[in-house]
């Protein structure tokens, strides 16, 4: 099940790209107006699929080898903060929780009437974290671009 569920959340990291990118673009097309009834979709569509992605890291982190095992590992060895254990015990968990949040936030500020411009500020600084924060194979973390494949 954890390989599944691995695989899933490796796969999931596309959608999760792309529904941002096309928030943004959609949203950075439509400038300083405020965003009104439809025009909310696609920040909804990032925040449901950031979330499920959440959901799945939660479950890998709790359950699988490279979550909490590996922070436990990381302070039981003293490894550095940029090995595996580091990475997937921090790092990735910290900066991934952290740009769910400005998602979430994005889309709460959309309810609320706000202008895109601002939505999409943090929907931007959201993308930038999570490229940063994907497990790449030129890192050397991860298992690769796809996975199982
Ligand atoms: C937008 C959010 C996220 C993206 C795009 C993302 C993407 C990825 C990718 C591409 C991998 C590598 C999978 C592989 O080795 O094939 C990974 C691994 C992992 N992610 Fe995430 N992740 C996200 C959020 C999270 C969150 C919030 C958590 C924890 C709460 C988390 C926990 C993990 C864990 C524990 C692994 C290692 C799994 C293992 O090798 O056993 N991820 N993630």
Redesign the pocket.
Known sequence: M?TGL??L??S??YI??AALLYAIIKGWKAGEQAVEGKERRPYLIAMIV?HI??L???G??FM????LT?LNSLFDTGASLFSSLGF?GII??VL??T??TLITKAHSLAKKNATHRSVVRLMLFALLI?LV???WPFYG????FF?GM
Not at 64 to 67: A, I, K, S, T, Y
Not at 141 to 144: A, H, L, T, W
């Open positions: 954890e691995l695989h959340h490796s999931l990291r999760v790209l950031a992605q959440l799945l890291g939660l890998l982190y699988g080898e490279n979550g590996a997937f990735h968990f991934m929780v740009a769910i999570v924060a994907i497990p973390y991860g298992s690769g996975p």
